[in-house]
């Protein structure tokens, strides 16, 4: 029998792309804190939180092997969170246009009962287009991308916002860096082939 396998995750996002291996698992909600600490950086945030939503859910289901993972859209080393509304995300991707970001995708794998921890980290290098405002606002009604990191879908419309992507984990930008989930999945014992 294979080890169970939980995704400490409520994202549909990463929900989707872990079903990409054909590996059953569960789903669990880490209810952790996502608050950032003060003067902390965009990457250790992302580390910190997804090793934390690893462990939450290891707390309750020791014997499973748990994924955890959270993505930081990074401003010049200032963290954009979720918008969570339209003024927000209207926000953000005026600050983004023309600009650089680096989307800071973290993974943890966990399991308490092996004493089993392994974090990486996927940066993802991500050039906006210069956006009008029309654009933008013409963007956000049509994807409603509130609950995505940075207010844009790339594996949506939201690829239209974008100059370039530069990643050595093609999944990472979308929330789950799936080489990296396959490299640690199999260090804690699971064969996905």
Known sequence: MPPNVILGSTSRYRRELLSRLHLPFDVQAPEVDETPHPGEAPAAL???????????????????IVIGSDQVADLDGEPLGKPGDHARATAQLRRMRGR?????????VVC????????????????????????IEHYL??????????????????????????????TALIGLPLIRTCRLLRAAGVDLL
């Open 46 to 64: 992302a580390v910190r939180l997804a090793l934390a939503k690893a462990q939450a859910v290891a707390e309750r289901f020791p014997e499973a």
């Open 100 to 108: 650089t970001l680096i989307f800071q995708t973290a993974l943890a």
């Open 112 to 135: 308490k009962a092996t004493g089993f921890v392994q974090q990486d980290l996927a940066p993802v290098r991500v050039v906006f287009r210069r956006l009008d405002d029309a654009a």
């Open 141 to 170: 009604r049509t994807e409603q991308p509130y609950d995505c990191a940075g207010s844009a879908k790339s594996e949506g419309l939201g690829i239209a916002l974008l100059e370039s992507i530069d990643s050595d984990d093609p």
